[in-house]
């Protein structure tokens, strides 16, 4: 076919009913399309997947949830607690990747959630669950039922402490979209993320909590992460980061004291080590903080998130520069913008946002690079209007 005659009709989606995840997908789930749903043990994927299960049911669909690691009764009964009893969704306990593919004509499903494919076995294969053969061979002939029935397929993958998908790493380039579900299995905080993601963007992040009612929706995590603040005590800045796409604002801490070891304490928590340590030689050397070379400086970032992006090195330099000289900085501010190796505040992505995010929860003074309400050009600069000397 020439290119010119290629027809260029938007794939249609259906939603999950589930907004966080929704918005992560950029709309809902496509027929015929393979999501591959990746998180340590334990971090809360049934969970998500059952709710999103009830909720494609509850709008009308037929979805077939197919449990090769529990019993059908716990999953009955987990679905009691989060309300996902409903009509519509099929429940099987089934590890042979075959009868699950006879079930499919039984039950004829618009959705069907694999929980997990490392639990799932092509008997005939003969070598062990959850070995790279098995998975393969089990996510190849899913994938071919998806596309040829037109029915969405989720597959849930544990993921190993390293970080990779263990065995489903090599799945990643046969499914449409891999999302990843993330947090700290202490805090109750979950963020659901696409690494790659064929059907539209792998920008947004969906933001949860982990309650007794299963995950609950966060759609103002901006507004969970301020909740406990103290303001006025020195030590702590409110920095505006991005998350995927989404401006959040998060608190950053630091505390700072002398230290009796010749080396000192330098911990980071939510926060890179590397990136601490840069801007803790910026505020040595640059701003003229002799006594940081002897201190002991801890910093984190509030409620289990993650900074891994630049925007937040003037929060955290600050955090430390409050900390060391005992003086808050003002209850309203919000500060973001990336520090560089000369002390320099430098500009980063999505000013505008960041900005707007803080107006709409009530903070009046935006200290950051050129663009923002009050704009510094170097990290000392930025110390001098907050006072913290
Ligand atoms: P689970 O969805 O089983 O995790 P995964 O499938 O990723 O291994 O859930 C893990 C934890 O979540 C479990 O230890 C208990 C907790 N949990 C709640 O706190 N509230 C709930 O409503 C549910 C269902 C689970
Ligand atoms: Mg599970």
């Not at 010119?4 to 589930?18: D, K, L, N």
């Not at 996510?139 to 998806?146: G, H, I, K, Y």
Request: proline share 5%; glycine share 12%; with cysteine.
């Amino acid at each position: 076919m020439s290119i010119t005659e290629v027809s260029v009709e938007a794939t249609p989606s259906f939603a999950v009913g589930v907004s966080e995840v929704d918005r992560v997908l950029g709309g809902g789930l496509v027929p015929g399309g393979v999501t591959l749903l990746g998180g340590e043990p334990g971090i809360g994927k049934s969970t998500l997947l059952l709710q999103v299960a009830a909720g494609v049911a509850s709008g009308g669909r037929r979805v077939l949830y197919v449990t090769a690691e529990e019993s059908a009764a716990q999953v009955r009964l987990r679905a009691e607690r989060l309300g996902a009893v409903v009509e519509g969704l099929w429940v099987v306990a089934e590890t042979s990747v075959s009868r699950v593919i006879e079930l499919l004509d039984e039950v004829n499903p618009d959705l069907v959630v694999v929980d997990s494919v490392q639990a799932l076995v092509a008997p005939e294969l003969g070598s062990a669950p959850g070995s790279v053969a098995q998975v393969r061979e089990c996510a190849f002939r899913l994938v071919t039922e998806a596309r040829s029935r037109q029915m969405a397929t989720v597959l849930v993958g544990h993921v190993t402490k390293d970080g990779s998908l263990a065995g489903p790493r090599v799945l990643e380039h046969v499914v449409d979209t891999v999302l990843s579900f993330e947090g700290d299995r202490h805090g109750g905080l979950r963020l659901l993320r696409a690494s790659k993601h064929r059907f539209g963007s792998t920008a947004e992040v969906g933001v949860f909590e982990m309650r007794e009612q299963g995950l609950r929706m966060v759609p103002d995590p901006s507004g969970m992460f301020l909740a406990d603040r103290r303001p006025g005590v020195s030590g702590s800045v409110v920095a505006a980061v991005l998350e995927g796409r989404r401006p959040l604002l998060v608190e950053v801490q630091a505390l700072v004291g002398a230290s009796n070891s010749p080396s000192p304490r330098r911990t980071a928590q939510g926060l890179d080590t590397g990136r601490l340590a840069l801007l803790l030689a910026v505020l040595e050397r640059r701003v003229k903080l002799g006594q940081l070379g002897s201190s002991d400086v801890h910093t984190l970032a509030v409620g289990g998130v993650r900074l891994g992006e630049p925007g937040a090195d003037l929060a955290v330099a600050l955090a430390v520069a409050s900390a060391l000289s005992d003086v808050p900085v003002p209850p309203h501010v919000v500060v973001f913008g990336e520090v560089g190796l000369t002390g320099e505040v430098r500009q980063v992505g999505r000013a505008d946002e960041r900005i707007a995010e803080a107006h709409r929860l009530g903070f009046t003074t935006v200290v950051g690079p050129a663009g923002t309400g009050t704009p510094v050009g170097t990290l000392a600069e930025a110390m001098d209007i907050l006072g913290l000397h």
